[in-house]
């Protein structure tokens, strides 16, 4: 698949695109494989939800490609690095981390509005994120929303935990301030989605402010495979409220991403 012109423009000026037919049927299997895999016996960043009303599940999981073959190959191997770095116009795309959301039928759970890059011990402006739906996903079932434009305000929202869960708090960043409510005045925003059919993808940008409603469907499972990628100006930085679990014990702050965390799959002239 290649991009158009149009495509490009669009995530630059809104913060995320829709991608029809991204990823093929072979791919859907080894993620499908893979997601079941990772509910049967939850890898070590495991970070599911507690059901709201009792009813449903919400799991949640990341860094699963490195302990899972079917997600390494897809991170690595699939069309998403080279359409990162047509998206991004880089040289060359670093791996930041992949993350599972499995909302199954009934899970009313919301996905609090945020944007990413707080969360993420990154500095820089090349960073973006491919969500994969496994499923058809809609309002009902509880498709991503994004607020157009917002990755241009410059601000960062302060990180905090999705609902009850065995994760402890974000510390607070003084430079952080507090995410909008967006949901209670939401006739204020220019609020934009996209509904999915398997295989698609959405793509946006790290600071693009976005949240999801629950899956209120009763039959319709809704599994989105999240793999957030990085650019040529990237570098590491554990500013306070990142995200424990995504920090690296050897990089300095201001180091390049290359390493085993955040391997280098993508350059130009290179491969994939």
Same mark, same amino acid.
């Given at each position: 698949?290649?991009?158009?012109?149009?495509?490009?423009?669009?995530?630059? !000026?809104?913060?995320?695109?829709?991608? $029809?037919?991204?990823?093929?049927?072979?791919? +859907?299997? %080894?993620?499908?494989?893979?997601?079941?895999?990772?509910?049967?016996?939850?890898?070590?960043?495991?970070?599911?939800?507690?059901?709201?009303?009792?009813?449903?599940?919400?799991?949640?999981?990341?860094?699963?490609?490195?302990?899972?073959?079917?997600?390494?190959?897809?991170?690595?191997?699939?069309?998403?690095?080279?359409?990162? !770095?047509?998206?991004?116009?880089?040289? $060359?795309?670093?791996?930041?981390?992949?993350? +599972?959301? %499995?909302?199954?039928?009934?899970?009313?759970?919301?996905?609090?509005?945020?944007?990413?890059?707080?969360?993420?011990?990154?500095?820089?402006?090349?960073?973006?994120?491919?969500?994969v739906a496994l499923d058809p996903t809609s309002a009902g079932t509880g498709a991503v929303e994004f607020v157009r434009g917002s990755h241009r305000w410059g601000r960062f929202y302060q990180p905090e935990v999705f609902g009850r869960t065995h994760l402890d708090g974000y510390e607070s960043n003084p430079d952080y301030e507090p995410t909008p409510d967006v949901e209670s005045a939401r006739a204020d925003y220019d609020i934009f989605s996209f509904d999915l059919e398997p295989g698609d993808v959405y793509a946006f940008h790290a600071l693009v402010l976005h949240g999801a409603a629950g899956n209120a469907s009763e039959q319709v499972r809704r599994r989105g495979y999240a793999v957030r990628y990085t650019g040529n100006d990237v570098t590491y930085s554990t500013r306070p409220g990142t995200n424990l679990d995504l920090r690296n014990s050897v990089l300095r702050d201001g180091d390049p991403l290359d390493s085993a965390q955040y391997p280098r799959v993508w350059e130009a002239g290179g491969g994939r």
């Open positions: 698949m290649t991009l158009s012109r149009k495509d490009i423009e669009a995530f630059h !000026a809104d913060g995320a695109i829709a991608l $029809r037919g991204v990823v093929g049927a072979e791919w +859907l299997r %080894v993620l499908a494989d893979a997601i079941e895999d990772d509910i049967a016996n939850p890898g070590s960043f495991y970070h599911g939800y507690e059901p709201e009303d009792g009813r449903g599940r919400f799991h949640g999981n990341l860094r699963t490609w490195e302990s899972h073959d079917g997600f390494r190959r897809f991170c690595f191997e699939s069309p998403l690095p080279r359409l990162a !770095a047509e998206i991004l116009g880089c040289r $060359r795309i670093n791996l930041l981390y992949d993350q +599972l959301f %499995v909302k199954e039928p009934g899970t009313l759970n919301r996905t609090r509005w945020h944007n990413d890059q707080p969360y993420w011990p990154v500095d820089g402006n090349q960073i973006l994120s491919f969500w």
